[in-house]
């Protein structure tokens, strides 16, 4: 059985600001829940992204209170090369997390970290490749694709990594119809496999497909 995701007393303060982005958030996430974080632009939903995968504060400076544990493991306490054991995260800006000259170094790299047998990297890459259309095009340089390549790449690359939790930031952008269909049915697939899966989006097509719906206020 897959552990419980809880958050407990989450609390988001950046420095200068006269008030905090959101305060006392708390919610459980159990295997196969998917979640939903929604609200208006400013209410702080990339910022609750951000704070479960670390980004905030270890890359981005902010106070943050609260506890973020997946099962018996304190979240909080890890660097951010350790919570990828965890988390696959796929952020708003797909451009900014292409860091390789081709698709298949992309999906390798996150998988290369995990110290995987070679063997498995191929794989895994061959899998996810074939999963979301990417095939033929594993030796094209990432940058060179459209923004919804991109996504897909990156959406490729959290099915490799198959991790406990995904978290999404507004996974719809820029995605054709075809493609947010199998987007949708990919988070079904992921749900059935016990994944625990959190999307902040504004999008009611995958709002209708949350277990919970976590409505953010300014």
């Not at 600001?17 to 006392?24: L, V």
Request: glycine residues 6%; contains cysteine.
């Amino acid at each position: 059985m897959c552990p419980k995701l809880q958050v407990d007393g989450l609390a988001l303060r950046f420095p200068e600001a006269q008030k905090a982005i959101w305060e006392k958030l708390s919610f459980t996430a159990e295997e196969g829940d998917i979640l939903a974080v929604t609200g208006a632009n400013a209410s702080g939903k990339t910022c609750l992204i951000h704070a479960l995968c670390g980004i905030i504060p270890q890359s981005i400076t902010a106070d943050l209170a609260g506890t973020i544990s997946w099962g018996s493991i304190n979240l909080r306490k890890l660097p951010l090369c350790e919570i990828y054991r965890y988390m696959s995260v796929a952020l708003g800006d797909a451009a900014a997390q292409m860091m390789f000259p081709s698709c298949e170094l992309e999906i390798a790299f996150a998988l290369e970290n995990k110290t995987l047998p070679a063997a498995e990297i191929r794989r895994r890459i061959d899998a996810a490749a074939a999963y979301f259309g990417f095939t033929s095009l594993l030796q094209q340089d990432s940058q060179g694709l459209s923004g919804g390549e991109q996504r897909l790449l990156l959406f490729a690359i959290c099915q490799a990594m198959q991790n406990p939790i995904l978290l999404f930031d507004e996974p719809e952008t820029g995605l054709s119809l075809s493609s947010m269909a199998l987007l949708k049915g990919w988070l079904q697939e992921l749900k059935a496999e016990g994944r625990i899966v959190i999307l902040a989006t504004h999008n009611q097509e995958l709002i209708d497909l949350a277990d919970l719906e976590i409505k953010l206020s300014i």
